[in-house]
């Protein structure tokens, strides 16, 4: 028979205002095994966990169970806490009566009943829990980025000057992500370009670090500390070590000036050739074939290309190659991007040229972008003197259309455009239409304030109903004005979409090749809100920039940095401890049925003959063994197993079954 | 393929030429147009009124005919279409309304909103399909530049009707294009063209209608077409320097098919 400690936690008033405490105390004493019970403010405080520690020493408890948060929030601090006393860690069972219980009932007398209920079986768990024993597992000092934008950038860096070993995966063909394609920078009109490039030269150029472009994570096994990462090597269509990047071929290529294939990079405005860098800064200088559009791999003709090359640099055979890696940690810096404005018909930007979304205008406003820097309309090519912006396009929204966040750069970005196009054209007219104007953030509301007050941007509290193109090319902007109770109807040269953000897609799947958990718009998601917000709840994997959530530039670049710090303190480990609570077989009960193999989600399954000896069984037969560094305990084959032989250790079958009588009872 | 129709109190008199050639259409298309027994006035106007069950009423009765003959109910008109649809909406999905109009009307079976309602448009579109009705033009518009004026009350609201996108519909326009036209499309197609304001404040509909003309004509348009006979009326009563000729969908539909002549 156990000797169990129970302790219920007040948290405060989060549990103690909806469940009474002391009832629960008085009404567990008596549950069988329990030989002591108590009640404290703050369990998890050091004067808490100390009355444990005593209690244990005192009254030799061989068990505990905690009546408070969930685990997740601490039964770390609470094993720690056993484990000082003498205790196997083990040996304690949370009963989670606060996320389960106060928080979500209001009745006093029920909530404290399911107190009790929740007690009681933590307590009947206990009783046949037994001490288990942590394993360790060796960690591979390596670490893998995926998205080669600011984010992956700042954590690659930071993680290869802490001297571990990096490798960035990036999708396009260069780095430099999302703001790579900027212009200026808010609140300082930096240029980002000034400010990224060289970060993008350094991770070139880092002994520490390996670029992977133009490839994608194809899959992912292993766990924390031993993951073994597929990467696809796209065909480059391009020898990287013979291609000096002179550029040549760009210029050549019969595509080029066509103007049928839109440059992804500037959103489109433009046409680029088949075989193409995204842009001159681009990192590494080596150009792709794009191979879906390219005429000499649509119809065997032209090689122009190749021909011209000055170092033999282009390869039409060169195929995809697949790279298995092992890393220690991987960190997913995946970005974002605008959401599709097909479904924002009212706005007309299918069917304007001059109705644009801010990203256009960033690519517009940029010396390398299309129109050399001059701000022009696409349909005529003329400066426009008057420009509407239109803010929350799919932000804040509430129907399915948009998003239900608040994407949190358009209103400092649109205030930069406003005033950047004032600093060079002081004569245009700027309209910007706004839901709220928000601008936390340092020197952020200054800056605001600089657009209206100094430049005199004209801000219209309220929506825009529709942008009605006129047959003579200009845009009719109908609208309200909140603050004057009136309707607007305005007549402009060009609108700008300050359209949502939303995670880059890809990122679903990515997130289900690492089972790193993502929200109901995509984003990933962090382990704790407060206290976890670089790291995914799957152990090793670690969150940076968009892919987490709309962020700034400063933001995101902090929170790479903070990602970094989290690998690094990751791969200064030499081993990890790993989790006892794995699936053990029974050979008594094995017959070798293969069930539990074609389940595990992890290959940790796998047979070998065994001699069987008990009660009337003697003789070598296949049986399940359990790789105890590659189970994660899941339970699958525990459920699947149709003779009972698997079993998990510290989630037994019995444990759970004699939770559910006492619950039950 | 038998549909119940509901053809709506307008469509007996001013809008008549709608109906009419919706029925010869319906014929050469192969589907059969059987005219609801003793239906009564939709309301024209969607009664918002959450406790307001009586003006409902005649919406459900056709709506429950169309059940018990087992059958799609088909509309022309926008109004009565909106009307149905929306009143369908809250048999299906409003237990109040549902609950109080069923008690009330004491039928056999409570009618629970099971009876599809279809716009003929949608017939076209969804069960015979645009590219089989192009085949079966003799007579193709080819040359002409018709705008599609949808006005408001067949798209809105798009999740109750689910007709088409509100915003950017495109079922008129593929229609068009069916018949050989060449759709134009404007800014002001989804647009309110007054409604019954014109019975009170023609000022208002009269503003509306320059837009509408404005546009359409600005963009290229040589006529309109409308599925809606207030649109019609509106769109006939402007004063518009700009106006273009307004037609009934129906009618086009039937000049492609050669069911007009012999019939005006």
């Keep these: 028979m156990q000797r169990i400690g129970v302790f219920v936690c007040h948290c405060g008033t989060n549990i103690a205002a909806t469940v009474d405490v002391k009832k629960v105390v008085e009404l567990v004493r008596f549950e069988p095994g329990v030989v002591f019970a108590d009640d404290y403010m703050y369990m998890c405080s050091e004067a808490g966990q100390e009355k444990i520690g005593e209690a244990i020493k005192e009254h030799g408890l061989t068990g505990l169970v905690i009546c408070s948060c969930s685990p997740r929030m601490h039964e770390k601090t609470f094993r720690a806490c056993a484990e000082k006393a003498g205790l196997n860690p083990y040996m304690v069972e949370i009963a989670n009566i606060r996320e389960q219980c106060s928080w979500i009932h209001k009745d006093r007398e029920e909530a404290t009943e399911k107190a009790v209920i929740l007690a009681r079986a933590a307590i009947a768990k206990v009783n046949l829990n037994a001490p288990l024993q942590e394993g360790e597992s060796p960690v591979t000092k390596r670490a893998l980025v995926i998205g080669g934008g600011i984010a992956g950038i700042q954590t690659a860096l930071d993680i290869a000057d802490a001297g571990y070993q990096v490798d960035i995966v990036e999708r396009e063909p260069s780095i430099g992500g999302r703001m790579s394609q900027f212009d200026k920078t808010f609140p300082t009109l930096d240029c980002a370009s000034c400010i990224l490039t060289p970060k993008m030269v350094e991770v070139n150029q880092h002994p520490n670090i390996t670029l992977y472009t133009y490839s994608e994570v194809e899959g992912v096994s292993g766990y924390v500390g031993n993951f073994d990462v597929q990467i696809r090597k796209k065909a480059r269509s391009v020898d990287m070590a013979a291609c000096t990047g002179c550029g040549e071929c760009q210029a050549k290529c019969p595509l080029g000036k066509s103007g049928k294939i839109p440059s992804e990079f500037d959103r489109g405005l433009r046409g680029r050739s088949a075989i193409y860098m995204p842009f001159a800064q681009a990192v590494p200088a080596v150009p792709v074939i794009d191979r879906e559009n390219c005429t000499y791999f649509k119809t065997g003709k032209c090689g122009i290309c190749a021909k011209i090359c000055p170092s033999k640099a282009v390869n039409y055979e060169q195929e995809d190659e697949i790279v298995t890696v092992k890393y220690g940690a991987i960190v997913v810096a995946t970005g974002f991007d605008i959401i599709n404005l097909d479904k924002y018909g009212e706005y007309a930007y299918n069917e304007s040229p001059d109705v644009i979304t801010s990203i256009e205008l960033e690519r517009l406003m940029n010396a390398s972008g299309p129109t050399g820097g001059h701000l022009e309309r696409m349909s005529d090519h003329k400066q426009p003197k008057d420009i509407v912006f239109i803010q929350c396009v799919g932000s804040r929204c509430d129907d399915e259309r948009g998003k239900p966040y608040c994407s949190k750069v358009c209103c400092m970005y649109t205030a930069k455009h406003a005033m950047l196009i004032k600093d060079h054209w002081p004569d245009t007219n700027i309209t910007v239409f706004y839901i709220d104007v928000r601008t936390p953030g340092k020197n952020f509301d200054e800056f605001y304030r600089r657009a209206v007050e100094q430049y005199h941007v004209n801000y219209v509290k309220g929506q825009v109903g529709k942008v009605i193109p006129q047959p003579d090319g200009s845009l009719m902007v109908q609208a309200v004005d909140m603050l004057d109770n009136k309707q607007i109807m305005k007549k402009t040269d060009m609108v700008v979409l300050a359209a949502a953000i939303e995670p880059n897609k890809g990122v679903r799947k990515i997130a289900t090749m690492l089972t790193a958990s993502i929200d109901n718009n995509d984003f990933l998601t962090e382990a704790h809100a407060k206290l976890r917000p670089v790291e995914s709840p799957t152990a090793g994997i670690f969150l940076s920039g968009m892919a987490q959530g709309p962020k700034d530039i400063p933001e995101t670049v902090s929170q790479a940095g903070a990602a970094a710090v989290k690998v690094v303190g990751l791969l200064a480990k030499d081993k990890l401890k790993t989790n006892p609570c794995t699936a053990k077989c029974d050979p008594m009960f094995c017959n070798g049925c293969s069930t539990c193999a074609n389940v595990c989600p992890y290959g940790a399954i796998t047979y070998e003959d065994q001699l069987v000896r008990g009660p009337g069984v003697n003789e070598t037969r296949r049986v399940a063994v359990v790789n105890n560094a590659l189970c994660q305990g899941c339970g699958a084959c525990t459920t699947s197993c149709p003779s009972g032989a698997m079993d998990l250790q510290g989630f037994s079958n019995r444990q759970i079954t004699t939770e559910v009588d006492s619950i039950c009872r | ?264």
């Design chain 2, 1 to 264: 393929m038998k549909y119940s129709y509901y053809p709506g109190c307008t469509l007996k008199n001013k809008a008549a030429d709608l109906d009419l050639y919706a029925r010869k259409c319906a014929e050469i298309l192969g589907f059969e147009l059987e005219e609801i027994n003793e239906w009564q006035c939709c309301g024209g106007v969607y009664p918002l009124g959450s406790d307001e069950i009586a003006t409902k009423l005649s919406s459900v009765r056709a709506l429950n005919d169309a059940k018990e003959h087992g059958q799609d109910l088909v509309t022309l008109c926008s109004a009565c279409h909106h009307v149905l649809k929306r009143v369908n909406d809250d048999m299906k999905n409003v237990s109040d309304i549902s609950d109080r109009a069923n008690n009330y009307l004491a039928l056999d079976e409570p009618y629970r909103g099971e009876t599809k309602v279809l716009h003929f448009l949608e017939v076209l579109r969804d069960v015979i399909g645009f590219d089989e009705l192009a085949k079966k033009v003799t007579n193709p518009l080819t040359g002409k530049k018709i705008g599609a004026y949808y006005g408001c009350l067949v798209l809105r609201p798009g999740k109750i009707l689910e007709f088409d996108d509100p915003e950017n519909p495109k079922i008129m326009e593929d229609f068009i294009r069916a018949l050989g036209a060449e759709p134009v499309v404007f800014p002001y197609r989804n647009e309110c063209c007054g409604a019954y304001t014109s019975l009170k404040e023609g000022g208002i509909s009269q503003e509306r209608t320059k837009l509408i003309f404005d546009s359409s004509n600005g963009f290229g348009a040589d006529m309109l077409i409308t599925a809606c006979p207030l649109c019609m009326y509106n769109l006939n009563k402007s004063e518009a320097d700009s106006k273009i000729p307004v037609y009934y969908f129906t009618e086009l539909l039937a000049e492609a098919l050669g069911a007009k002549e012999g019939n005006s």
